[in-house]
């Protein structure tokens, strides 16, 4: 009486089954109920597509909505209800009234009939066998196991409660888990170097408790060399906070590298006797017979490469100079040829390959071909071998050696095609392709 006869906010949700959901049947969010499924109907291609009328509380929902069709058990065959899921972060648009939810955006509930189809016969009877097995197992004892399953529900709780803390940031959970087996293997491979370095520090701590009185007087120096450290971890701090950025923005790349650190671990290993082989012809004792003293024979790279320097006698430019001269003289050169960069590319395409595949299927170059027929009023007729010149003649258009780039396409109303970089730039937009 009082809202002024407004029409309820409904939504059309389209599943791939939608079976044992009737009229009346309710829609939760978040184990709430916020409206009803007030119809119900098969779409032209198929799809089950249920009215869903959302009270006025929870109108409009965000767009991304997603729906689900759930169970409340097995009981009744009209035990089926709609879930609704928000989208995840903030909301900016909204479904407006008769939006559509298409089948990407619900989820169709499955049968348990379905998952047991999934089985093959011999794990049906053996699935049969578990449930007449436990049948037996609780005859007679079904008030018995009640009070036991009473008795059991908090331990069950407790543990619920466990496993979804755990799996509240289950990827943390799994690197965690991960990096502490692949520590716990390192800490395996090296388990020699551990005990030689276990033996090392008993050696250590019985050379420092050995000599009387030298243990104090390092006691009695540590005060100093502890102010002198605060000074340095006070500065370091600064330090760290400067570096804090980049090690936040260095996170993702670090874990994209975990797998390239993996297998550059092998090829590290791998590299020890090349790098022990390598050693001697790097540096050996004596003259002339190493690379350290080819190094030094050869003519310093700074006077090649700046110059002057003197070769074939005269004095000539260094090779970088000498080439940004050369670079310089071919700009213009590279600067024209540039902007022919993409017909140039088409031309290795087409040359490479004469067909191609999209998401249409395969297709096929088409080019033109010339033979001694002319098609003129709608009849082939043949050519005599007098006339094939004159009439090829009339359907070519020869010299054109100086086109736009671009011009391999057909022209633009826009005349964005043939395109000139700039109005003094050396070509000729007449010349184009050939028909209209």
């Known amino acids: 009486m009082f809202s002024g006869g407004a029409s309820p906010y409904r939504l059309q949700a389209q599943f791939l089954n939608a079976g044992q959901v009737v009229n009346g049947g309710i829609v939760t969010l978040a184990g709430k109920q916020v409206g009803t499924v007030t119809g119900q109907r098969l779409t032209d291609d198929g799809l ?28 009744g065959p009209a035990s089926r209800y709609v879930e609704l899921q928000l989208p995840d972060g903030a909301v900016r648009e909204h479904l407006d009234d008769g939006a559509v939810l298409p089948p990407d955006q619900t ?59 755990l799996n509240r940031d289950s990827g943390e959970l799994t690197r965690f888990v991960r990096e502490t087996s692949q520590l716990v293997g390192d800490v395996a491979e090296k388990r020699e170097d551990l005990a030689g ?54 996170k993702p790349v670090a874990r994209r590298l975990l797998p390239y650190t993996r297998e550059l671990r092998g090829f590290v290993t791998d590299l020890r006797p090349a790098v022990g082989d390598l050693a001697p012809v ?42 940004a001269e050369a670079l310089t003289s071919a700009t213009p050169r590279i600067a024209f040829a540039r902007p022919y960069s993409v017909d140039f590319t088409g031309w290795l395409d087409d040359f490479s390959h004469s067909g191609n595949v999209d998401a249409l299927g395969a297709f096929a170059r088409i080019g033109t071909h010339v033979n001694a027929f002319s098609l003129k009023g709608g009849v082939l007729s043949p050519l005599s071998p007098a006339a094939r010149g004159d009439t090829l003649k009339d359907l070519l258009a020869s010299g054109q050696y100086n086109r ?6 057909r022209a633009r109303d826009d005349d964005s095609l043939p395109w000139r970089p700039s109005e003094d730039y050396n070509c000729d937009p007449t010349q184009l392709p050939v028909g209209p």
Do not use: M
């Not at 089950?48 to 097995?74: C, K, N, S, Y």
């Not at 050379?207 to 390092?218: K, S």
């Open 282 to 323: 790097l540096r050996r004792p004596g003259r002339s017979n190493d690379v350290v003293d080819l190094l030094r024979a050869t003519p310093p790279l700074r006077e090649i490469a700046v110059g002057p320097v003197r070769r074939n006698g005269a004095l000539r430019d260094g090779a970088l100079p000498a080439a």
């Open 107 to 165: 989820t169709s509930n499955v049968d348990l009939d379905e998952v047991f189809a999934t089985f093959d016969p011999k794990t049906r009877r053996a699935l049969r066998g578990v449930f007449r097995g436990s049948a037996r197992q609780y005859a007679g004892q079904g008030r018995n196991a009640a009070a036991g399953w009473r008795y059991l529900d908090p331990s069950l709780v407790s543990a619920t409660r466990l496993f979804e803390e």
């Open 48 to 75: 089950a597509e249920l009215e869903l009328e959302i009270d006025d509380d929870w109108a409009p929902l965000p767009a991304g909505t997603r729906a689900q069709i759930r169970q409340f058990g097995l009981s």
């Open 404 to 409: 736009c780039p671009g011009s391999v396409e």
């Open 197 to 250: 370095l276990v033996d090392n520090l008993a050696d250590t701590t019985g050379a420092i408790t050995r000599p009387e009185g030298a243990l104090a007087e390092a006691i009695e120096r540590l005060p100093p060399f502890l102010r002198q450290a605060n000074t340095t971890y006070v500065n370091l701090r600064t330090a760290l906070d400067d570096l804090a950025p980049l090690v936040e923005t260095g």
